[in-house]
T-cell receptor, first 115, second 109 residues
Framework: DAGVIQSPRHEVTEMGQEVTLRCKPISGHDYLFWYRQTMMRGLELLIYFNNNVPIDDSGMPEDRFSAKMPNASFSTLKIQPSEPRDSAVYFC?????????????FGSGTRLTVV | DQQVKQNSPSLSVQEGRISILNCDYTNSMFDYFLWYKKYPAEGPTFLISISSIKDKNEDGRFTVFLNKSAKHLSLHIVPSQPGDSAVYFCAAGADGLTFGKGTHLIIQP
């Protein structure tokens, strides 16, 4: 199994541009999570899906952020328009259950820099 | 309002000695706890976990202790090795996982 795959690994964009981050979860994992890591706030949950359906998006910071999961093997996190304060590392994770004593499997992350 | 707190941003330990990483939580609804390890440019990887019905779980050099009355857990690594140098995240589970900000562990040769 290739694990959770995220692309791109790095993204540098200008303020105001649209950014799309991509994630392929582990096959058979019914839960997909998007996290953001910053120095100030650590790892914070943005949104999670169960069987492709968004369950909790209360962590999405603003309407500029949106996430979709059109099928079991693909999810996107979109920021439009992007701002410098969105600069962070964005992680996607997947799991068989939302309550899993073995935790979630994380991707390698996308480092986003908005200039 | 942080529900999971790791109050030490960094910790330096000599190789061969014990590393103790601490974590406090505020939400009584958390019923399982995990530790993740993260190397630079990689995602966090699961290390060890503990259910709230236990007070200790051991896996090789890693032991997690849970004190429910104090809402405190700790990760002990003994003996510490250079490859243990990483950022360690504490996480607590109820509906989903809530993470602390992490502790950067540095193992000195």
């Amino acid at each position: 199994d290739a694990g959770v795959i995220q692309s791109p690994r790095h993204e540098v964009t200008e303020m105001g541009q649209e950014v799309t981050l991509r994630c392929k979860p582990i096959s058979g994992h019914d839960y997909l999570f998007w996290y953001r890591q910053t120095m100030m706030r650590g790892l914070e949950l943005l949104i999670y899906f169960n069987n492709n359906v968004p369950i909790d998006d209360s962590g999405m910071p603003e309407d500029r952020f949106s996430a979709k999961m059109p099928n079991a093997s693909f999810s996107t996190l979109k920021i439009q328009p992007s701002e410098p304060r969105d600069s962070a590392v964005y992680f996607c994770a997947s799991s068989r259950q939302d309550r899993d004593i073995y935790g979630y499997t994380f991707g390698s992350g996308t480092r986003l820099t908005v200039v | 309002d942080q529900q999971v707190k790791q109050n030490s941003p960094s910790l330096s330990v000599q190789e061969g000695r014990i590393s103790i990483l601490n974590c406090d939580y505020t939400n009584s609804m958390f019923d399982y706890f995990l530790w993740y390890k993260k190397y630079p440019a990689e995602g966090p990887t699961f290390l060890i976990s503990i259910s709230s019905i236990k007070d200790k779980n051991e896996d090789g050099r890693f032991t997690v202790f849970l004190n429910k009355s104090a809402k405190h857990l700790s990760l002990h690594i003994v003996p510490s090795q250079p490859g243990d140098s990483a950022v360690y995240f504490c996480a607590a589970g109820a509906d989903g996982l809530t993470f602390g900000k992490g502790t950067h562990l540095i193992i000195q040769p």
